[in-house]
């Protein structure tokens, strides 16, 4: 790759789990009632269809990561499980008082947090309340996320019982330099160990999560620790960039100093060899930053034209409806999105007054709707088309000549109704996406609100 390039096009922008980004909702026009509006809309199209989706943060963490951007709470209490618990509950039977039918769910994911950081029976007591007004849908698909450290084989046998086929492990990187510096020491037979007891159990997909760009991380660490992994043969991959955000996450990220954090090309290379590692051993990209192999149903679904990305990121088990639930959520129903509030004690006051305890969201507009499929083609697709009256907005002329250098670049191929990113060009899928982002155009941010795009 050119380093040029890379200088060229490392600018800050936005991970695209949403259009529009949180930065840029219109939280002074929303209120619950719109939200309500949109969720029955979505329910009413879609929930006999497809099914919805949820998912489930579960807050809780006995230490913290450095590289972590997730809302989470800190503490080696685990009294704190059954009343949260039993709030997220309540949340759920809120939602469902509001169906007209029982809910068909499609997916169930539980996020962190570390989902693992609670017993296996009060994980049970969770999934048996939420599924106890439901029914399931005919293909569902339910995943969890594991800390390799405290998931037990009862953990993974009795989610496995619940029928829970998917888990997703976190391993970043084995350095020890570099696990000391993001404060999550994990020794590789941690991993091994998990890996091999959800593959007896009989688990069909499992996932490790890998980081490059982390501090002090050298390029023969990557290549150490995809060594490794190739050795565990995961079912699919996460490799994701490290957003180094200090100015958001304060002190948490701050155990280092900027210039330990490997940055522009040096950084860019981490990936580009570590995803020719991963290739040799048969792993496929898909989408941005994660890899499949050709019997994982992400794989098919990026064959297939159905890889969908949301707040969750990648998915194969699409649905346009997905209820966040717990401190911090986000829901989706494709009209609209809802945020929960973000601190434990106002999310437990919401409920205490039987009131969905949404803090923030935005009702999409007629134009909103079009780039957002435009966004969520690109990085699901890698490509996108303006073939329909559905597909064209007013802007579409001025954002193709945005564009012009990137295609003199050689990294879109452009005609007169479409665009596609080329190998080249699939590094800077984010970039190619700002350009499509009428919201951020309208209104640059005046300080860094995004990680950097490369």
């Known amino acids: 790759m ?33 939200w309500k509006q949109t969720l029955l809309k979505s329910f009413q199209e879609s929930n006999s269809t497809e099914g919805i989706s949820l998912y489930i943060h579960l807050p809780f963490c006995e230490s913290l990561c450095t590289f972590c951007g997730c809302h989470k709470r800190i503490t080696k209490r685990h009294e704190v499980e059954h009343p949260y618990i039993e709030a997220v509950l309540k949340e759920w039977h809120l939602y469902c008082n509001l169906f007209p039918e029982k809910p068909i769910i499609k997916e169930i994911h539980l996020g962190g947090g570390t989902p693992t950081f609670f017993s296996p029976d009060n994980l049970e007591r969770l999934i048996t309340g939420i599924l106890s007004r439901t029914e399931k849908a005919e293909h569902y698909e ?4 594991g800390h390799p450290n405290n998931t037990t084989r009862t953990h993974l046998q009795k989610l496995y019982d619940l029928g829970f086929r998917r888990v997703s492990f976190g391993v970043q990187d084995y350095a020890e330099k570099v696990q000391n510096a993001i404060h999550r020491i994990q020794p590789f037979h941690n991993v091994a160990k998990v890996t091999f007891w959800a593959r007896e159990i009989g688990y069909t997909s499992i996932s490790h999560d890998l980081v490059f760009g982390l501090p002090f991380q050298t390029l023969e660490n990557v290549m150490d620790t995809i060594d490794k992994t190739n050795s565990l043969s995961p079912d699919r991959l996460a490799f994701y960039s490290y957003a180094h955000v200090p100015w958001i996450k304060g002190n948490g990220q701050r155990g280092f100093k900027d210039e330990d954090v490997p940055k522009d090309d040096e950084k860019r290379q981490l990936y580009e060899v570590g995803k020719a590692l991963l290739a040799q051993k048969g792993y496929y990209e898909i989408g941005m930053d994660h890899f499949a192999t050709a019997n994982d149903t992400m794989y098919n679904a990026f064959k297939d034209g159905t890889l969908h990305r949301n707040f969750m990121g990648y998915t194969a088990s699409k649905t346009q409806l997905m209820i966040g639930l717990g401190v911090s959520s986000i829901s989706d129903s494709w009209y609209a999105f809802a945020q929960n509030e973000k601190e434990l004690e106002a999310y437990y006051a919401r409920l205490s007054q039987n009131e969905l305890p ?5 009702v999409l507009s007629a134009e909103d709707l079009i780039i957002r499929k435009h966004i969520l083609n690109l990085m699901c697709q890698f490509c996108t088309a303006w073939d329909s009256k559905e597909s064209y907005f007013q802007e579409l002329l001025e954002v193709l000549q945005q564009l012009t250098e990137m295609e003199n670049d050689g990294l879109v191929i452009i005609d007169d109704k479409s665009l596609l990113v080329t190998e080249k060009g699939k590094p800077f899928v984010r970039n190619i996406c700002m350009a499509f982002d009428l919201r951020l155009k309208r209104n640059a941010p005046k300080t860094q609100l995004f ?4």
Do not use: A, C
């Open 2 to 34: 050119s380093i040029s390039l890379v200088q060229k096009y490392n600018v800050p922008g936005p991970r695209y789990t949403s259009y529009p980004t949180v930065p840029y909702w219109d939280e002074v026009s929303f209120s619950s009632e719109k």
């Open 142 to 145: 339910f995943s969890f996320e």
């Open 358 to 362: 949404i803090l923030r969201g935005h």
């Open 451 to 454: 990680s950097m795009t490369v």
